[in-house]
C-alpha cells in the first residue's frame, strides 16, 4: 500500500470514529433530558396545567361539546360530535362566542362549523347551556 492510501484510510477511520462518538455524546443528552424531565414531573406533577393559556377555556365551566354545527336556531343549536351523537346547546346573552381571539355574535356561527362548547347541563335531556363558544372555522376548509 502507498501512502497515500494509508491516509484516506486513517482519515476515513477517523471520521467514523467522530461520527460515532458524536451519536454517543449526542445520545447521552437525551438520556439525561429524559432524566430531568421524569424527575421533574415528580417535582411538579401540575406545572404543564398551571401554565395552560386560560383565555381558551375558563376553568369553572366543567361541562361541554366538541363538533360540527347541524342546525342553527334563534337561541339555540345543534351539534353533532364525532361518535355521530347530536347535543342541542342553549344560547342567551351571557353566552361569549370567539373565533380565535376575536368576539363574535351567535348569527356569525354557520352550519358546518367546528366548535367547541363549555357550559352547564340543563334538564332537558342532551341539552348545554353555553357560557363559551368558540368556533374552529369550516370543516371543509379547515
Do not use: C, W
Request: hydrophobic residues 40%.
Amino acid at each position: 500500500m502507498n501512502e497515500k492510501s494509508v491516509n484516506q484510510r486513517r482519515n476515513t477511520l477517523l471520521g467514523v470514529g467522530a461520527g460515532v462518538l458524536l451519536a454517543v455524546f449526542m445520545l447521552l443528552i437525551f438520556l439525561f433530558g429524559i432524566f430531568i424531565g421524569r424527575r421533574q414531573s415528580r417535582f411538579l406533577p401540575h406545572f404543564g396545567q398551571l401554565h395552560m393559556n386560560r383565555e381558551f377555556y375558563p376553568r369553572e365551566f366543567g361541562h361541554g361539546a366538541m363538533g360540527t354545527v347541524e342546525t342553527v336556531g334563534d337561541n339555540s343549536m345543534v351539534v353533532r360530535d364525532k361518535a355521530g351523537a347530536l347535543r342541542t346547546i342553549l344560547i342567551d346573552n351571557q353566552t361569549q362566542i370567539r373565533r380565535g381571539m376575536t368576539n363574535i355574535k351567535f348569527s356569525e356561527i354557520k352550519i358546518g362549523e367546528q366548535v367547541v362548547i363549555l357550559g352547564e347541563p340543563q334538564e332537558e335531556e342532551g341539552a348545554i347551556k353555553a357560557k363559551l363558544i368558540r368556533s374552529l372555522g369550516d370543516r371543509k376548509n379547515g
